[in-house]
């Protein structure tokens, strides 16, 4: 599992996951975030520092 991870990682900073089409926006009515935006949005759960 770790290595999935690893690798999806290295794709993603490679730029395999670039680009977009509608199937998100179409199917949830949202349009689709980058990884930074979502991570800037949920912020306080990538910072909590009392995760049990």
């Known amino acids: 599992m770790i290595q999935h991870f690893i690798e999806v990682a290295v794709d993603y900073q490679n ?3 670039e680009g977009i089409d509608g199937a ?3 199917i949830t009515g949202i349009a689709p975030q980058t990884i930074e935006q979502f991570v800037t949005a949920n912020q306080e759960v990538f910072t909590a ?3 049990k």
Do not use: L, N, W
């Open 49 to 51: 520092s009392d995760r």
């Open 24 to 26: 998100i926006k179409q």
């Open 15 to 17: 730029g395999v996951f």
